[in-house]
């Protein structure tokens, strides 16, 4: 891979040291909407968001819902502007910053590596920097005395109970007390009572593989987790980051400035100092309970399962404290925002690894992940089955792609009209179509004929060239530019 990474511009963004100064930039901007009419927790503030997000709407603060006096924050990230914002980027910033990650994840440095770092010192100081630890936090400013003093949102009809939707939960593996090796995941966290609550971290995930060495270990497990972090803290927790890096590092390259940290009352963690809320607690060896249903990112509710639970130990906040909220449901959803621009972020590094792979998109409609629409310059015959197979075994996140399609240079594949003239005139059924059997797959997938194993299919809308056809191919009609310039120039005059 080569380098190409130039001098970062100098921020034209400020920075952002937690969720109120972010706020108060987005109020500034006209991008905050205080809502003083009366709105349920329960089912009625998810539509109002929804409805705002899919205005392109601002960040919601909710100043009269029916739970406790806390204002709920929610459509935070709603829009691609303000995710870019979140990670300290103006918009079109991010293909720049793609590349960076793309270095990050270079397994050797490649050549050039060390004068791209040396042209980013301020990113590297902010990467190997450790977290700034203070004595005094503004999280710890002031108390709740348990989690029914939090305006939990019930999002929707079917949930089986309270639900937090934006919680950062910060954990260690059993026997290291090094920040580097903390995690930083967002686990959605079901509310049971005023001191337990249920932490759904899939197998998968950091939080669940530090859980099973205190397993191992037949200790508990000192959890905390921190409610309205700060936007750059909020992100790196979102963000599949590779393991080598440290979310709470890497959050201080996006917001500018180290991380700040304090100790907890409780557990022996360190903790955001300003976040909003820290719910501080430990979970036992073996303890779990039934989580669920809950409306998920696919559009339907999950199935009730186990996961552990917690017991809080103490809540510190801020004095006044917001609290931070989101909806996951069928796209779009907050998560599938975030999800397009964190998509955008990965391409240089899919670039990387199968070079002819010009764009790619996830549609947010699909999942964000279970289909891939990839644009290729083709040059050779069943090269678009190369890219398919290429996605599918070299790069882990497109596991559970259950659909890949792929079209030619000529293609605006984030146009569906484009995906399907390309499906309807380049490909034939019988021959353009490859189907696989018994592939891994989203346990949550429930139209897989298996739990975990399912079919993928490969849909090749190019043109066929070479071996590929024996007929005469089509030609693409087109009109002189100038011509089309011309015609929009005489209908403005006309229409206006
Ligand atoms: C709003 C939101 C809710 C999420 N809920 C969950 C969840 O309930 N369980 C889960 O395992 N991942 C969930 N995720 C995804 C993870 O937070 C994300 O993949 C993260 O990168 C995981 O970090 P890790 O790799 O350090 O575990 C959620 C993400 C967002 C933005």
């Known amino acids: 891979m080569s380098m190409t990474l130039s001098p970062p511009p100098p921020r034209s963004l400020p920075l952002f040291p937690d969720l109120r100064a972010f706020l108060a930039h987005a109020e500034a901007r006209g991008d905050l ?85 040396s042209r980013w010192p301020m990113l590297r100081a902010a990467l190997s920097a450790r977290p700034t630890i203070l004595r005094n936090a503004p999280v710890q400013g002031d108390g709740l005395p348990g989690l029914d003093a939090l305006p939990v949102q019930t999002p929707w009809p079917g949930d089986g109970g309270p639900l937090i939707t934006w919680p950062v939960v910060l954990t260690r593996p059993q026997g290291s007390e090094d920040l580097g090796d903390y995690n930083l995941g967002v686990y959605r966290a079901q509310v049971l009572g005023p001191d337990r609550l249920i932490l759904r971290w899939l197998a998968h995930r950091g939080g669940a593989a530090h859980h ?158 279970r289909m891939a629409v990839v644009r290729i310059d083709k040059r050779y015959p069943g090269q678009a089955r190369r890219v398919m197979m290429a996605l599918w075994g070299m790069l882990p996140q497109f596991s559970y792609t259950k659909i890949v399609v792929v079209v030619d240079g000529d293609m605006d594949i984030r146009n569906w009209d484009d995906i399907a003239w390309a499906l309807a005139t380049r490909m034939d059924p019988a021959r353009d179509v490859m189907v696989i059997d018994r592939t891994p797959m989203d346990y949550l997938d429930f139209a897989s004929p298996l739990e975990g194993l399912a079919g993928k299919i490969g849909l090749d809308a190019t043109t066929k060239i070479g071996t590929e056809t024996a007929r005469d191919w089509g030609q693409v009609m087109a009109l002189d530019p100038a011509h089309a310039a011309r015609a929009e120039a005489l209908l403005a005059g006309i229409m206006a």
Do not use: K
Request: glycine share 8%; hydrophobic share 45%; proline share 12%.
């Open 212 to 369: 099973r060495t205190w397993m191992r270990a037949g200790q508990p497990m000192p959890v905390a987790i921190a409610l309205g972090a700060d936007p750059a803290l909020l992100l790196a927790a979102a963000l599949p980051l590779p393991e080598t890096v440290s979310e709470l590092g890497f959050s201080g390259v996006l917001r500018g400035q180290r991380t700040e940290l304090v100790a907890a009352r409780t557990v022996p963690l360190m903790v955001p100092a300003r976040a909003e809320i820290v719910v501080e607690g430990w979970v036992h060896p073996g303890e779990t309970a039934p989580e669920g249903p809950f409306g998920d990112h696919t559009g339907y509710y999950n199935a009730v399962e186990p996961f552990p639970v917690m017991r809080v130990s103490a809540i510190t906040c801020r004095r006044d404290p917001l609290y931070l909220s989101t909806v996951t449901g069928r796209p779009p959803d907050e998560p599938s925002v975030i999800g397009e621009v964190f998509n955008d972020l990965a391409l240089p590094v899919i670039r990387a690894q199968i070079p002819e792979v010009r764009d790619l998109w996830l549609p947010p409609a699909a999942c964000s992940y």
């Open 33 to 117: 909407a205080r809502i003083g009419a009366p709105v349920s927790l329960r089912h009625e503030m998810t539509a109002v968001q929804l409805a705002a997000l899919r205005r392109q709407g601002p960040i919601l603060r909710f100043d009269a819902h029916d739970g406790p006096t806390l204002p709920v924050i929610g459509n935070l990230f709603g829009t691609r502007d303000r995710v870019a914002a979140g990670l300290g980027l103006l918009p079109d910033q991010i293909p720049a910053f793609g590349e960076l990650l793309a270095s990050l994840r270079s397994p050797t440095p490649p050549r050039g590596m060390r004068d791209a770092w």
